[in-house]
């Protein structure tokens, strides 16, 4: 399904760590100018024509490249995507020329309104079908290439007749877009059906990662007190998932990783420290002295 008269470009994304930006760091970021590889930023926080959000994200794009996350496409929804949406998505990319786009593999868009969540999908060859071509339809839009984000699960479609990895392979195989690696999601997901992350990280489709997160997690229990974990990007970044993220950058070297905390923001010298500690490891991982967590 790939279009041909689309011409992909990432644009220029170091391989380091970046911090996604809010409101709450905007003013000590433009007078300090912290040593930061870049910002991501929710597209669905810029969407109108101007005001204060505006200014301030243009006064760091002229200091760091951006990568633009997306959490309302509804990429799975099984209904045509919002074409209102996705022309403000083309202009948000024609104003900030940000160096990476990424949306979930999810839905939560359905005839009775927009759901606030991401939710799961069935793996199945209907569903297949129609991801592809939503994602076809959005990289011919904007003209590049999406990167697309393996989901955090809690269950699995009985009616699935593909593996996650499989599926997503598949994908990357019919529209040619990248991937973005969430690793705390592969251990949520691992955690809640029982799956080996490890196994899970080396069956990817690695070469095609264009950008990784790393987040926290709660730890819960559910009815029959197995482990249960809800992703909530509200802490700092688990060491199982410190662990396997050096794993990742292992196997495939140095990538710009994005430090995902959306609640109870910490002071900023916290998420320094975390993106800090990614930097650590990526340069580990370049002069080939990291240890992955098989080993």
Known sequence: MQNPDVAFSDGEM?????????????????????DIGFFEVHAENYMGEGGPPHRYLAAVRE??????????????ADR???????SRLKALNERYRPALFSEHLAWSSHDAGFLNDLLPLPYTNETLSRVAGHIDEV??????????ENPSTYLAFAES????????????????????LDVNNVYVASTNQFWDPIAYIDAYPLHHVGEIHLAGHAREADEENRPLLI????RPVDAIVWDLYAHVLSRIGPVA????????????PVLAGEAARAEALMREAASGEIRSAAE
């Open 139 to 148: 990289q011919q839009v904007l003209g590049r290439q999406m990167l697309l």
């Open 231 to 234: 992703d909530t990007h509200d």
């Open 257 to 268: 990783t994005l430090i995902e905390w959306d609640a109870d923001l910490p002071e900023w």
């Open 14 to 34: 170091p391989p380091r760590a970046g911090i996604g930006l809010k409101a709450e760091h905007y003013r000590h970021i433009i007078l300090t100018l912290p």
């Open 161 to 180: 007749t593909w593996s996650e990895i499989d599926f997503i392979a598949e994908i990357v195989r019919r529209t040619g877009c990248g991937l973005l």
């Open 80 to 86: 045509p995507l919002d074409r209102k949406h996705l």
């Open 63 to 76: 200091h760091y490249p951006l990568s633009l996350h997306g959490v309302g496409l509804s990429i799975g």
